[in-house]
């Protein structure tokens, strides 16, 4: 169903969307009907109900050609409606998570400022605790879905002696007074996605809208981007596997020096590079997303997909444009923007460099 969605209804002026910068604002509403907004909440929550092997096929098919909607379902899948199934309370889950999982409205989750973004216990934003309610103040940037997003997850410093211990996450609704939204972010790729930075002005957070017990928000975003970099990476693969596809294609059609392409070994070997780099790294999605549904640790095998993932996605977009030759260089044949896409795998929910912080963390315990 995900790879019939794409071709039929993202495929058609997702170059005109790249260019104009437009969110996939009716396609996505689309994507909510058949249930790829809350794919892995259970359906007492109004999501699919589904484990995390389906959402990874869903997350390459949907990338493969139009990962700016698969970025806006990954965050809303991974980041925050997991988080709040996960440590929500029955309160919280009714308000927010049954109309986002529905896909009825969408998430954003916010960590990044303009100061913390690799350096993630940095936060500036602070939540000070005046007894019933939180008041907020600071900015958030590159936000994923931030314009089209009503659910906000925050997370805030309430008490600076305290480091990491001392953040919270609170859920903020965006029209909240004090709430206002930076201008969008003109980017490399991705660029029909939905990104700003975030403003909060002596913003009234309710303590009942805190997920988890005071302290808990560097850990809840830890372990929910955990999860986030499996759906970062499925979306890598997908990129991938498109630029293959398109690359495979063109081979097979163009002709130079009396015969396909495709029959020039120089194209043939980068065809059954780009082919074993792409197994490799679904292996490792699909691993990392088994474990997951098994209740196994998966923050090594989530970096360890992520990092391959990613930097698969960027090395198989470019060896596409460069079968493309000249007509890569060119919007009409896709793999140029693939290529622009593929860049920020390396760089959103924890940098290439982060991934190996992560991986050598483990490997050296
Ligand atoms: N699960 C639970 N707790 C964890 C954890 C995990 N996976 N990882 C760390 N923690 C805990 C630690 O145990 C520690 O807690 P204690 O003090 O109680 O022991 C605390 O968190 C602090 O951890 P570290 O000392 O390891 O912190 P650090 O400063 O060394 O940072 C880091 C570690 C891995 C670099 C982390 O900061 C990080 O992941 N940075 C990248 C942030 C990131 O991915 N940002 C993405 C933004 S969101 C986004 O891109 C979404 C989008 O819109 C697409």
Known sequence: MAADFART??????????????FPKEQIRKMAGLGF??????SRYGGSGMDTLSYVLAMEEISRIDASASVCMSVNNSLVC?????????????????????GEVLGAFLLSEPEAGSDATSQRT?????????????????ITNAGSASVYLVMAQTD????????????????????????????????????????FQDVRVPKE?????????????????AGGRIGIAAQALGIASGAYGLALEYSKQR???GKEISRHQAIQFKLADMATRIEAARLLVWKAAWHKDQQMDYGLSGSMAKVFASETAMWVTTEAVQVHGGY????????????RDAKITQIYEGTSEVQRIVISRAILK
């Open 37 to 42: 907004l809350g794919m892995m909440v259970s």
């Open 328 to 339: 890569g260089y060119v919007k009409e044949y896709h793999v140029e923007r693939l290529m």
């Open 209 to 225: 809208n805190r997920i988890g017990e005071n302290g808990f928000g560097f850990k809840f975003a830890m372990q929910t981007l």
């Open 160 to 199: 600076p002696s305290l480091g990491s211990r001392g953040i919270n996450v609170l859920i903020v609704e965006k029209d909240s007074p004090g709430v206002t939204l930076g201008a969008k972010e003109h980017k490399m790729g991705i660029r029909g996605s939905d990104t700003h930075s975030v403003m």
């Open 126 to 142: 602070l939540a000070e605790d005046q007894g019933d309610h939180y008041l907020v103040n600071g900015t958030k940037n590159w």
């Open 9 to 22: 209804e993202l495929l058609p002026g997702v170059i005109e969307r790249d260019e104009k910068e437009q």
């Open 255 to 257: 002709k130079a020096f």
């Open 82 to 102: 997991w988080g709040l199934e996960t440590y929500g309370t029955e309160e919280q889950k009714q308000k927010y998570l049954v109309p986002l999982a529905r």
